[in-house]
């Protein structure tokens, strides 16, 4: 016990006696408070910097270049809508939906999937899969890209749920999986 003791000593005086050894105008310790930055150094000098403070996004879209020019698709679309603007999949099926009873039809095409899903209101745009890397996010992402490109353009507000990256706007969600560093998936989805 008394060999564990003066072990547990010897490694606390050494670690106190690097920490005096620190230079008090270069070590410095930054935290966020509010919408500026503190920069507190050891001999308690205080400076603030603005902070640049970033709005969250109210939604996402997804550009979509067709044979009649580009065209933006957002969640919640009507299906007549997003099938006068994209054209017919090169098939369709129905799948079991996720959410209760509502019956669920996915549209696929060369580079994305479609879902829509059927509401009393009428079939609406529920989620949008890429398939491969010719598809990009509105901001520039595609399948290959990398967490750190994602976190530039997306900012680090996400939640995580194992390897996905979940960034939330208005009803509505943008997922990203990631593996060995790059995005291998890319979702976005109705709330």
């Known amino acids: 016990m008394k060999k564990v003791f003066t072990v547990f000593a010897a490694l606390a005086l050494a670690l106190s006696i690097a920490a005096c050894t620190q230079n008090p105008e270069t070590d410095e310790v930054k935290r966020i408070d509010g919408e500026k930055t503190v920069t507190a150094t050891d001999n308690e000098t205080k400076v603030e910097e603005e902070v640049q403070k970033t ?72 989620s949008i899969t890429f398939k491969d890397d010719i598809p990009a996010t509105a901001e520039g992402l595609t399948i290959g890209s990398s967490k750190e490109k994602m ?41």
């Open 55 to 126: 709005e969250t996004k109210k939604d996402y879209s997804f550009p979509i270049q067709t044979a009649n020019g580009d065209v933006v698709l957002k969640i919640r679309m009507p299906l007549d809508e997003v099938i006068g603007m994209i054209g017919e999949p090169s098939e369709s099926f129905e799948a079991p939906s996720c959410a209760s009873d509502i019956k669920d039809t996915v549209y696929d095409y060369d580079h994305y999937e479609i879902w829509f899903s059927s509401y009393p209101e009428g079939d609406i745009l529920t």
């Open 151 to 191: 976190e530039e353009l997306y900012g680090t507000d996400y939640e995580t749920v194992g390897k996905e990256y979940i960034y939330r706007a208005d009803g509505m969600s943008l997922h990203f999986q990631i593996t060995n560093n790059q995005l291998s998936y890319i979702s976005y989805n109705i709330d």
